[in-house]
C-alpha cells in the first residue's frame, strides 16, 4: 500500500529524445493528490511525458517517480496508475464490461473482483445501462467515458488523463468535468493533459505550461499572470459616472488605454497590481463610485498566449 505522502508524480530534470529531436528538455515538476492540468499545443512534449511517467518509454536522462518507485517496465508500479489515452483501442465486438473485466484481471485482480470493479466503473462513468453493449457500436462519447472507466476499474490513486473531453457534447463534458474534479477530492493524482485551454482551466486549479520540451510556468492562471507584468492586462471598471472615473484613471502610472463603454471603462494597464491598488484608493477615499472591478483576460488563454508568443 502506497503511503498518502508518497502519492504522485515526480520529474526530475527528465530529458527525452529520439535522435537530433528533443522531446522532453530537463523537466522537473511535481504532481500530488488534486487535480493538475498539463497545457501545451501539440508537438510541446505532453505524449512523451505521459509515456515517460506511465513507464512506457525509459527517459535518456533524469529520474521519475511514480508513488515513490521508477515506472519503467514495472508492472507492480504501473497497477497504482489509470491512464486514459487520446486514441482509441478496442476490441470492438466484446461487450464493454467483458471487455473491462478482462483488462482488469490483467492487473492481477481475481475473476470477480475484476468483474466487481469493471461493473462499478462503468457505473460511475454513465455507461450501468449499456455496459452489455459492444464497445464497437459506442458513439465517440460513449467510448471516452468507457476509456475512463478502464483507468478507474482497477482503483488508482495516480490517474493519467491524455485530451479526456474529446468527442463529448456540452453536457458530457460537463460531467465528465465534475468526475475529474471528484477524483482529485478523493485524494488521487490527477494529472489532465489538453491543448484546449478552457478545458484545463475548468477540472484544474494548478496548471503546468509545457512547450518544446519545456515547463514554462507553474500555478494557477491568476498566479501565473502575476508573474508576468510586462504583459499588459484588460481592466473593466463598471460606474455611473465614467467621465470622472476616466479623469482619475488616466492619471494611475502604467494605464496606456482608456475607452468608454456601456456601463463604464474599460483600461488597458502594465502594472496589474499597482493599477488595482490606485483603484481600491479611489473607491476608499470617496473619489468615484466603482460597482465591480473586472479582469478580462486573466484566464488561462491569456496566460498561455503570453507564454507561447
Avoid at 468507457?146 to 468527442?167: R, S, T, Y
Avoid at 478552457?198 to 509545457?210: D, G, K, Q, T, Y
Wanted: charged letters at 25%; a neutral charge.
Amino acid at each position: 500500500m502506497t503511503s498518502a505522502s508518497q502519492v504522485g508524480i515526480v520529474l526530475d530534470r527528465v530529458s527525452k529524445w529520439y535522435g537530433e529531436v528533443m522531446a522532453l528538455n530537463e523537466v522537473s515538476a511535481e504532481f500530488g493528490p488534486g487535480v493538475t492540468g498539463l497545457l501545451g499545443p501539440n508537438g510541446a512534449g505532453k505524449s512523451t511525458l505521459i509515456k515517460v511517467l506511465c513507464g512506457m518509454l525509459r527517459p535518456n536522462l533524469g529520474r521519475v517517480l511514480v508513488n515513490g518507485k521508477a515506472p519503467f517496465n514495472r508492472a507492480g508500479v504501473m497497477r497504482d496508475v489509470g491512464l486514459c489515452p487520446e486514441q482509441d483501442a478496442f476490441y470492438p465486438n466484446v461487450s464493454a464490461w467483458s471487455a473491462l473485466t478482462y483488462l482488469t484481471r490483467l492487473q492481477g485482480f481475481s475473476a470477480k473482483d475484476a468483474r466487481t470493479g469493471a461493473r462499478r466503473a462503468l457505473e460511475r462513468v454513465g455507461l450501468e445501462d449499456d455496459l452489455g453493449r459492444s464497445v464497437g457500436g459506442y458513439s465517440k462519447g460513449m467510448r471516452q467515458r468507457f476509456k475512463l472507466a478502464q483507468a478507474l476499474a482497477h482503483d488508482p490513486n495516480v490517474i493519467v488523463l491524455d485530451e479526456p473531453l474529446n468527442g463529448l457534447d456540452p453536457p458530457g463534458r460537463r460531467t465528465f468535468a465534475e468526475l475529474i474534479r471528484e477524483l482529485g477530492a478523493e485524494g488521487r493524482c490527477v494529472l489532465v493533459s489538453s491543448h484546449i485551454l478552457h478545458e484545463v482551466e475548468s477540472v484544474a486549479r494548478r496548471i503546468v505550461v509545457l512547450n518544446f520540451g519545456r515547463v514554462l510556468a507553474d500555478g494557477t492562471s491568476r498566479e501565473l499572470r502575476r508573474e508576468m507584468p510586462e504583459f499588459p492586462l484588460t481592466v473593466r471598471l463598471t460606474t455611473p459616472t465614467p467621465a470622472q472615473l476616466a479623469a482619475h484613471v488616466i492619471e494611475i502610472e502604467g494605464a496606456r488605454r482608456v475607452e468608454h463603454i456601456d456601463g463604464g471603462l474599460e483600461v488597458l494597464t502594465t502594472q496589474p497590481q499597482e493599477f488595482f491598488d490606485a483603484v481600491t484608493t479611489l473607491v476608499t477615499n470617496g473619489e468615484v463610485v466603482i460597482h465591480a472591478v473586472t479582469p478580462m483576460d486573466e484566464d488561462l488563454e491569456a496566460v498561455f498566449r503570453y507564454l507561447t508568443q
